[in-house]
Nanobody, 126 residues
């Protein structure tokens, strides 16, 4: 079992940037597909991006394409979500999730993941 810890959230002005990190408090993430999700009160958790365990595949929801980048630092056992040109509608609690899978792809849907972090708040406001 892997325990996930997100960090890097905060308050940023529109157009600003943040980098979220997803690390494992025990074990490593290099054999896991990782997904980033976000949720606002009263709405369902939605997939933002994912990266396969082999790093061959990344996926992004349309609204963040060209602004967000997911990446993995295997030496640090950490997956990042670089968020640029942030917009007020990006405001949410962001979660990372993990699935142990050797498949070359990833699925940006909540049902596909087995482990979840506690989330980190991202607020985009002037």
């Amino acid at each position: 079992q892997v325990q996930l810890v997100e960090s890097g959230g905060g308050l940023v002005q529109p157009g600003g940037s943040l980098r979220l990190s997803c690390a494992a408090s025990s074990g490593g993430l290099n054999d896991y597909a990782i997904g980033w999700f976000r949720q606002v009160p009263g709405k369902e958790r939605e997939g933002v991006s994912c990266i396969s365990s082999s790093d061959r595949t990344t996926n992004y929801r349309d609204s963040v394409k060209g602004r967000f980048t997911i990446s993995r630092d295997s030496a640090k056992n950490t997956v990042y979500l670089q968020m640029n040109n942030l917009k007020p509608e990006d405001t949410a609690v962001y979660f990372c999730a993990a699935r142990s899978d050797t498949w070359a792809g990833c699925v940006p849907q909540t049902y596909w993941y087995d482990y979840w972090g506690q989330g980190t708040q991202v607020t985009v406001s002037s």
